[in-house]
């Protein structure tokens, strides 16, 4: 069964930084962390959960929201099997629940966030940003 943990979230104030992390372990045999597309969504409260940003196991890249175009950056490290979210220039409006979520082996980022195509999710890392 494979486990997915993100940590790195917490209280900043408005334009400071966090970087989130998740780790994720016990992938099936013959499949490794970075062979799996990734992402990782929010939900503020009140609200329906959002897309944020997408790995493709190629390496390649997909931001969702304009909001956190240029703030936010994914990334990975496939030693650690450790997915990031580098967030700068935090914002109020940033204050939620961040999950990271896995997707199938050898997949591709889709064109709109799509919460389906993920199979295995953390319980999620708290972001507050005062202002």
């Known amino acids: 069964q494979v486990e997915v943990v993100e940590s790195g979230g917490g209280l900043v104030q408005a334009g400071g930084s966090l970087r989130l992390s998740c780790t994720a372990s016990?992938?099936?045999?013959?499949?490794?962390?970075?062979?799996?597309?990734m992402s990782w969504f929010r939900q503020a409260p009140a609200n329906e959960r959002e897309g944020l940003s997408c790995?493709?196991?190629?390496?390649?890249?997909?931001y969702y929201l304009d909001s956190v175009k240029g703030r936010f950056t994914i990334s990975r490290d496939n030693a650690e099997n450790t997915l990031y979210l580098q967030m700068n220039n935090l914002k109020p409006e940033d204050t939620a629940m961040y999950y990271c979520?896995?997707?199938?082996?050898?997949?591709?980022?889709?064109?709109?966030?799509?919460?389906?195509?993920?199979?295995?999710w953390g319980q999620g890392t708290q972001v507050t940003v005062s202002s």
């Open positions: 790995l493709a196991w190629t390496g390649g890249t997909t």
């Open positions: 016990g992938f099936p045999f013959g499949y490794t962390f970075d062979d799996h597309v």
């Open positions: 979520a896995i997707g199938s082996p050898y997949g591709y980022c889709p064109d709109t966030p799509d919460e389906p195509g993920y199979t295995y």
